[in-house]
């Protein structure tokens, strides 16, 4: 059997990217056109180790042509439906109040530009990690504490996220840089998404991620609310 190619990839719940197939004898208008494999499957059900990934897809392999797969298959090899955290817009704004005005103005028209030129949080969480990885090897020069750097990238973010109307909060990266906001409206909900998934999907993510554990330990420092294993 030749092995199928994906057609492409598509942000997951959990940090890491879907495969997406395509079946050219569908109608490119059917609902049947596009298609996950069993793996992708499995992570969308958010199952990370992999024993359970394995006794899931012999399952869900078991069930095929019996008139449908039932989600309790995932659920009983320790599946879990997205989880969805509300977020408020926040009482207090933060972009209405940063200083403005002087010689060297603050590049926040510049950040909130890039994170909308992001359609998913995959995207805006590679700009904003990006741009802070920047600021902080740049900081680096001037004889400052990390937490006056840290204060000052934490109202950029915040002020910058303000811009995206989500209302709530269902994928990783999403909490995991609300986390670091200084809205409690935002934080409280983002470290209740990512605490069930700190030992997994979230460890995977942080550890290709230096950057975000930095600033996530400064932020642990200015924000002593935070749980240490953010960083």
Known sequence: MTEMKPAGHIPSPYGVPLAVFEDPSEPKASDNRYFHDMDACITL???HDPDSRARCKAALKAAMGKGG???QIFLDHGGRKIPKEPIP????PVYPCLPRGF???IPIENWVTLVLDHPDW???AEVLLKIIEENMDRSDGFDLPPEIIGLSLQALLTATIEHVSDTQIDCLEASALLALTSHREWTEPAIRWLAPIRDTWFADWKKSRASYRQFAGICCTINPDLPGWIA
């Open 89 to 92: 817009r926040p009482s207090k």
């Open 122 to 124: 995959c995207g805006r």
């Open 103 to 105: 010689e060297m103005d």
């Open 45 to 47: 059900a958010g199952i």
């Open 69 to 71: 797969v039932p989600f």
